[in-house]
């Protein structure tokens, strides 16, 4: 047991605390302009669902109470209850309304994931600040301090974990990793969780855009089989 402490756990430590000092780095233009290709597609989904609904565009489609009483109102098949008699809007029923092609299950379905890319991962724009308006690094450096600290309670997504690097002007997030820290001795990364990244859907791209990589002339990697491969910074996934 102690060769295995010694040599798996306290072997890449370093390697996890280089990672969390050196953090992952955003690319901030590219994470307003998606974020607001999210809020545009919401926009839409929202005067979608309100058109086939007959409610006002006001009507809060994310409020899970409200929209099963309307669902049971437009007369939507009942998949379950909850314990205070509520209609069920929950990945079960949204299943089986599928199954049955219910009409506006897909526009809801979209409205939902686009509500979990904003919530979970890119955030409201509450940090989209007049940042070209300061002289220095070291002023936008402070108006970020400033606005983080004032708005820190209603920050949601990334922004939460987002910080500003006056020494190179660049935006990164910093998790913080368990070494073994699952039952099967898996790495976790938190705060925030960068493991479960979207990677399938027609909007996974929109998240996976804003990473970004040191303003360095180009990266090589060494694969497992020797052979190397060059990247350069302007390259991004899709």
């Given amino acids: 047991i102690y060769r295995w402490y010694k040599q798996l756990i306290m072997g890449i430590y ?3 605390v280089d990672a969390e ?4 780095y955003i690319d901030f233009d590219i ?3 998606n974020r607001q290709t999210l809020k545009d597609l919401n926009d839409k989904y929202v005067k979608e669902l309100a058109e086939i609904f007959n409610v006002p565009e006001s009507f809060e489609f994310s409020s899970l109470p409200k929209l099963g009483k309307l669902l049971e109102e ?4 009942c998949v379950g ?15 089986e309304w599928q199954r049955q092609n219910i009409k506006g299950i897909n526009e809801l379905v979209n409205y ?3 509500n979990v890319l904003i919530s979970t991962f890119l955030g409201k724009g509450d940090l989209d600040l007049d940042y070209d308006s300061c002289e220095t690094y070291e002023e936008k450096f402070e108006m970020f301090k400033r606005e983080y600290k004032n708005r820190s309670k209603d920050l949601v997504g990334w ?3 987002l910080r500003y690097h006056p020494e190179d002007d660049s935006w990164r997030m910093h998790c913080d990793y368990v070494i073994c820290g699952t039952t099967t001795f898996r ?3 938190k705060n925030p969780n960068l493991q479960q990244i979207p990677t399938r859907g027609k909007f996974a791209y929109l998240v996976k855009q804003c990473f970004s990589v040191p303003r360095r002339e180009y990266y090589e990697i060494v694969d497992d089989d020797g052979s190397i491969m060059k990247y350069y910074p302007g390259d991004f996934v899709n």
């Avoid at 000092?21 to 992952?24: I, R």
């Avoid at 437009?74 to 098949?77: E, L, Q, V």
Wanted: charged content about 30%; proline content about 5%.
């Fill in 112 to 114: 939902r994931k686009i």
């Fill in 14 to 16: 370093p390697a996890a």
């Fill in 81 to 95: 209850r909850n314990s205070k008699g509520e209609y069920l809007t929950n990945d079960l029923a949204i299943a």
């Fill in 159 to 161: 922004e939460k974990h």
């Fill in 187 to 189: 790495f976790i990364g």
């Fill in 21 to 24: 000092y050196e953090g992952v």
């Fill in 74 to 77: 437009k007369g939507w098949p």
């Fill in 31 to 33: 994470l307003k302009k």
